[in-house]
């Protein structure tokens, strides 16, 4: 009964109610819409960032121990004894991934520099399309030989055939022996420039490979939790100067990307809350201030106190949830509107069902002032003062 007169109430007066109304609705509608923004987006590029990392391990060796004197063959050899590991070999970023520029005297382009192996190469998922990797006695002899990945060569008009197989990079004019492309998860081999791998080759051509020498490892599935074996096979002599970093993982990506825009969201969320509870009391209060004389009839008449509050609590509560539940609608049907139009999926955590519930609790304790001052009319000093 007392249910039933709030929501009469609060429909018959939706002139006065319809502001508090809309700002809770506007208010939860934005709630919902950033969950499944940022949900929705941190999914994606998690999943793409995860994508990059090709699945592969990567090992490290301090080179002060000798890491990049160890023949190729003899470092691949080792790790490939571990069970899971289809694929091993070097591939070493220089200059921290910077790309650098590359010319051919008509033509110029930026490429990122690695030293890498034939079998590192491979195990990033990569493929060698034209010509081929010099050998060691051939870099022995002719240390400055390269290999350029697919859009590089074809944006420098370069292809490794007499005439066209040179090009200048800052330590001078370098021969190119081969070409490599990858797809997917490897396709920055394309605007890739590759100075073979062999033995004792760590600045061979003038390149500083640094203090590491870098592995790859493709694996099939996830590889023995035990990294000590890995770092074992890659430098028996003193394992503790190996380090093995794990493939990116796309829930842990998404996890950390949640906890970046989780602050973001709280913030919205109290600014939000705030400005719906300001609008419920006002509202409220005007309520009172309008039927102030309708409220000391009904205590007159024997309404008790408890009835009066009880009133004025119902109508702030029912317009504190009827705004919730229309904005979560709202917010869910926009939300899934952008997820179809991004490509994402339409994630939404589980207490995004208790918004409603949580908008009548808010609008019941905003409006908790003005109906306990409601409840305190005297009906006998109102009547007097209006007649």
């Known amino acids: 009964?007392?249910?039933?007169?709030?929501?009469?109430?609060?429909?018959?007066?939706?002139?006065?109610?319809?502001?508090?109304?809309?700002?809770?609705?506007?208010?939860?509608?934005?709630?919902?819409?950033?969950?499944?923004?940022?949900?929705?987006?941190?999914?994606?590029?998690?999943?793409?960032?995860?994508?990059?990392?090709?699945?592969?391990?990567?090992?490290?060796?301090?080179?002060?121990?000798?890491?990049?004197?160890?023949?190729?063959?003899?470092?691949?050899?080792?790790?490939?004894?571990?069970?899971?590991v289809l694929q091993a070999g070097t591939y070493t970023v220089l200059g921290e991934g910077r790309p650098k520029p590359v010319s051919t005297g008509l033509a110029t382009a930026e490429a990122t520099r690695a030293v890498a192996s034939a079998r590192g190469i491979e195990a990033k998922g990569g493929q060698l399309v034209a010509g081929g990797w010099p050998s060691g006695q051939s870099l022995d002899a002719h240390p400055r030989q390269v290999l350029l990945g697919t859009s590089t060569a074809r944006t420098l008009g370069v292809w490794p055939e007499a005439g066209r197989n040179r090009v200048r990079l800052e330590s001078g004019w370098h021969t190119v022996t081969g070409i490599v492309a990858g797809e997917g998860s490897s396709a920055l081999l394309g605007t890739s420039l590759i100075h073979p791998a062999e033995t004792g080759a760590a600045a061979r051509g003038g390149t500083a490979a640094g203090s590491q020498r870098v592995l790859l490892l493709a694996a099939e599935g996830e590889l023995a939790a035990d990294d000590g074996a890995v770092t074992t096979a890659a430098w028996p002599y003193e394992p503790a100067q190996a380090r093995v970093t794990r493939p990116i993982s796309a829930a842990s990506l998404q996890r950390k990307l949640l906890r970046d825009s989780q602050d973001m969201v709280v913030i919205t969320m109290l600014v939000l809350t705030v400005s719906a509870a300001f609008s419920v009391y006002s509202t409220t209060q005007s309520a009172v201030w309008e039927r102030r004389r309708h409220i000391g009839l009904d205590r007159a008449l024997g309404a008790s106190r408890r009835r009066i509050l009880g009133l004025f609590l119902a109508e702030s509560a029912l317009t504190g949830g009827m705004g919730a539940f229309a904005g979560c609608c709202a917010g869910l049907f926009a939300g899934e509107v952008i997820a179809l139009v991004q490509g994402w999926p339409h994630l939404q955590p589980w207490w995004t069902a208790l918004i409603p519930a949580a908008g009548a609790l808010l609008g019941g304790l905003s409006g908790a002032v003005p109906a306990w001052t409601a409840s305190r009319v005297d009906p006998a000093q109102l009547l007097r003062a209006e007649s």
């Open 1 to 84: 009964m007392l249910l039933r007169e709030a929501f009469r109430n609060v429909t018959r007066r939706i002139r006065r109610t319809g502001f508090s109304l809309l700002t809770i609705l506007v208010g939860a509608a934005t709630l919902v819409v950033m969950l499944a923004v940022t949900r929705g987006s941190a999914h994606r590029t998690g999943e793409h960032l995860a994508s990059l990392s090709t699945g592969t391990l990567v090992v490290a060796v301090e080179s002060h121990v000798g890491g990049w004197e160890e023949p190729e063959d003899a470092l691949a050899e080792r790790l490939l004894q571990v069970p899971g």
